[in-house]
């Protein structure tokens, strides 16, 4: 699976929009990009994911660039509760078989008054 | 509720005593994962599983075991080969054969003194 290159921290104000990059420019054309986020000592949880089309849904939106090299992935209202370290995983799928992840260090975002 | 249920949130035990974690899902699931997560870094794939009575090793099985002798159960045994088992350990599970989100439990902290 293709490495992704994330930037260790950001910062974002509340009510703001955050937006969080993600470089992937060895992904190949069967791989998708996901997101999550980790509060602290909790479970990772799935945000969103897409192949090549822009996604959107009720925590965030996705965008992928036309060669599909980079995405950002973007909170549009961000709020406290949206501090968390946010991983961008790039991983392939095959009928039949389990999608696993590499997650890497992550961006940790937070989001202040 | 559905979801995925891990025992206990802390485990204590002595170096050299094998210690079986705890995964149960109600989501149908066919796939489901171990991780492990060290401080400061992101999680790594112990074992997976893509249906019943199969399993193959993650990145770094050395040290671990699992069965997955019914659908909803997976559990991981560290065993006193593991060197440094000290860890946040993390369940999920996900459907299989396409691009699906995977779940998470809320993890195990082991801690081996």
Known sequence: DAKTTQPPSMDCAEGRAANLPCNHSTISGNEYVYWYRQIHSQGPQYIIHGLKNNETNEMASLIITEDRKSSTLILPHATLRDTAVYYCIVSSTHPGTASKLTFGTGTRLQVTL | ?113
């Open chain 2, 1 to 113: 509720d559905g979801g995925i249920t891990q025992s206990p949130k802390y485990l204590f035990r002595k170096e050299g005593q094998n210690v079986t974690l705890s995964c149960e899902q109600n989501l149908n699931h066919d796939a489901m994962y171990w991780y492990r997560q060290d401080p400061g870094q992101g999680l790594r794939l112990i074992y997976y599983s893509q249906i019943v009575n199969d399993f193959q090793k993650g990145d770094i099985a050395e040290g671990y075991s699992v069965s997955r002798e019914k659908k909803e159960s997976f559990p991981l045994t560290v065993t006193s080969a593991q060197k440094n088992p000290t860890a946040f350990y993390l369940c999920a599970s996900s459907a299989s054969g396409g691009a699906y989100e995977q779940y998470f439990g809320p993890g195990t902290r082991l801690t081996v003194t």
